[in-house]
């Protein structure tokens, strides 16, 4: 790996460079999954990411669409069983 693909390597880690912006927003939906209801938003934005990053290669951001789907899920399973258990 040369200095350039490091250098572009870690600036996508810092900054949303290349990314989809529906990776982008899956994963922040993903974190703000503890609020009901946000989960099934984060789970939609993920899948799109899903979908955008496949169409376009050239895309990055598979990590965060996946880790909006993940949280997403796992706190609406969380938020459907505090309301059944109510």
Do not use: C, Q
């Amino acid at each position: 790996m040369n200095k350039d693909e490091k250098s572009d390597t870690i600036t996508r880690l810092i900054l949303p460079v290349g990314r989809s912006r529906w990776a982008i927003m899956a994963g922040y939906l993903g974190l703000l999954s503890f609020i009901p209801g946000v989960g099934i938003i984060a789970i939609a934005a993920g899948v799109l990411a899903v979908r955008d990053i496949k169409r376009n290669p050239e895309k990055h951001g598979m990590g965060r669409a996946i880790t909006g789907i993940v949280l997403g899920v796992l706190l609406s399973l969380f938020w459907v069983i505090m309301l059944l258990n109510d």
